[in-house]
């Protein structure tokens, strides 16, 4: 499975997060050819969850992680483009302001196994309906489709939001849940998006399960996501 990212949706992409997501998502224009040689190009990171750090690309993986030693997880602190190839479901591509990768140790093999991808998409706080407004869009963009349980969850949200934590989610297949959660900032002065991808069920007890086997021909249901 493979996907495309073109140098101008790099550029694109870059504008965004550097320039002002408020002032660059109202209107349709481009950014001008200046902006742009004042902005410097994200970092473009490719990641597979239940593949191996190993497979990473565009980060250097931190060296405990690559030998097993905890803790298993690593941030990139800084703003970059990141592809996430899912398993039986389709890959994603969406800027961010950080990103998180958390691991667990395949017994068997002894490689570090991407179990977690948590991406932090907004480069600063938002109001909260904005938040949600940015939240649905991005849903869009990944074609992931809310199940029912989902949609009722976000019809609950409200229009405005004091100190609280909104998280809502589902199940792309098996193997793969996405979760949302509506954060506030530290300061209270906004909100910001965590989105979530996790290797769920057998797919995640095989790597710490020495005597764990899984069923030969599981279920293939890719429910929650429309296929391009």
Do not use: C
């Not at 398993?87 to 667990?104: D, Y």
């Not at 932090?120 to 809310?146: N, S």
Request: aromatic share 8%.
């Amino acid at each position: 499975m493979s996907l495309k990212v073109t140098t101008r949706t790099v550029i694109i992409a870059a504008a965004t997060l550097f320039l002002g997501w408020a002032g660059f998502s109202m209107t349709n224009d481009e950014p001008s050819e200046n902006q742009l040689k004042q902005s410097p190009l994200p970092r473009l990171i490719s990641v597979e969850l239940l593949g191996t750090t190993k497979e990473i690309t565009g980060v250097t993986v931190p060296a405990h992680i690559l030998t097993g030693k905890r803790p298993g997880f690593f941030q990139v602190d800084e703003p970059s483009v990141v592809t996430v190839t899912l398993p039986g479901v389709r890959v994603v591509t969406i800027p961010v302001k950080t990103a998180f990768v958390n691991t667990e140790i395949d017994v068997k093999t002894k490689s570090a196994i991407v179990v977690d991808i948590d991406l932090l998409p907004l480069p600063k706080g938002l109001p909260f309906r904005e938040a949600v407004a940015e939240f649905r869009r991005l849903l869009r963009d990944m074609k992931i489709e809310p199940d029912e349980l989902m949609r009722k969850q976000m019809s609950t949200w409200p229009d405005d939001s004091g100190y609280h934590i909104y998280r809502t989610g589902v199940n792309l297949n098996e193997s793969v849940k996405f979760m949302v959660d509506v954060r506030p900032t530290p300061g209270n002065d906004g909100f910001y998006l965590v989105l979530t991808f996790s290797a769920l069920g057998d797919a995640r007890r095989v790597l710490w399960d020495a005597t764990f086997k899984p069923a030969a021909n599981g279920p293939s249901s890719s429910a929650g996501v429309s296929k391009k």
